[in-house]
């Protein structure tokens, strides 16, 4: 993992877009970091870079956004918040199966709420996890990202 430094939301947002171009569909990816530490801006970032129109927000209510992108490969964003979830057996109801898709990339903020990462493939919900990105919080502006 390489550390980066970011001093503004449109830092994390050019860091994420340069992300962007790694990725191919049919990646998840695992953001850890405390709450505000720029888990939702990275995802903006890369959704903007792929051609999507659509604002993204926190799925921190709503658990799980979807946005549509313009990308030759890649057609959709899928974005978790796994951080309200109280019982690994919730994930069933989300059929995270069906996400695993060739023309997806899936985000999943607080992967680790039950202390281990449920998205290695052994929990048998079919989703493993392509990348791992760490956000801090350092003050106002300023986040240490992880990639």
Do not use: C
């Amino acid at each position: 993992m390489k550390m980066h430094i970011t001093k503004s939301d449109d830092e994390t947002r050019k860091l994420a877009a340069d992300f962007a171009l790694q990725l191919k569909g049919g990646e998840v990816v695992e953001l850890v970091g405390d709450l505000g530490s720029g888990k939702t801006t990275f995802v903006r970032g890369v959704a903007e870079a792929l051609g999507s129109s659509v604002r993204v927000k926190s799925p921190t209510f709503t658990i799980m956004n979807e946005y549509p992108v313009n990308h030759k490969a890649i057609k959709k964003i899928v974005h978790l918040d796994l951080y309200r979830f109280t019982d690994p057996s919730q994930l069933q109801s989300l059929g995270l199966d069906e996400y695993k898709r060739d023309d997806t990339v899936v985000f999943i903020e607080w992967p680790d709420i039950f202390d281990l990462s449920i998205f290695k493939g052994k929990s048998g919900d079919g989703i493993n996890s392509t990348h791992k990105i760490e956000f801090e919080f350092v003050d106002q502006d300023t986040r240490n990202i992880k990639l």
